[in-house]
Nanobody, 129 residues
Framework: QVQLVESGGGLVQAGGSLRLSCAAS????????MAWFRQAPGKEREFVAA????????YYADSVKGRFTISRDNTKNTVYLQTNSLKPEDTAVYSC??????????????????????WGQGTQVTVSS
């Protein structure tokens, strides 16, 4: 069983930055593929970024590539999402997700919410223009 708790969201002006954190419980955390998704009001859940258990593989949505960076510290059971050059269209609830068990995903697999069995409650990011 894995429990996820996000933090770090807030209100920021366009062009600003936020660092989101996702603290995870679970003994096999370092083996789980992890991801960040986001959902804006009235829109479907959208893939943002994913990272392999060891951190050697990372995938990004085209909309955030070059602006966001996903990373993890397995000694702290934490995944991070550094968001830079934020835009108003980045406004959403950001949730982290963990695969159901030890796993490795291709980029197309990592983008699918169904691959993840554990979800956090989300943290709100609001970007003002």
């Amino acid at each position: 069983q894995v429990q996820l708790v996000e933090s770090g969201g807030g209100l920021v002006q366009a062009g600003g930055s936020l660092r989101l954190s996702c603290a995870a419980s679970g003994r096999t955390f370092s083996l789980h593929f992890m991801a960040w998704f986001r959902q804006a009001p009235g829109k479907e859940r959208e893939f943002v970024a994913a990272i392999s258990g060891g951190g050697g593989s990372t995938y990004y949505a085209d909309s955030v590539k070059g602006r966001f960076t996903i990373s993890r510290d397995n000694t702290k059971n934490t995944v991070y999402l550094q968001t830079n050059s934020l835009k108003p269209e980045d406004t959403a609830v950001y949730s982290c997700a963990a695969a159901r068990g030890p796993s490795f995903f291709s980029p197309s697999q990592a983008m699918r919410p169904i691959q993840y069995g554990y979800w956090g409650q989300g943290t709100q990011v609001t970007v003002s223009s």
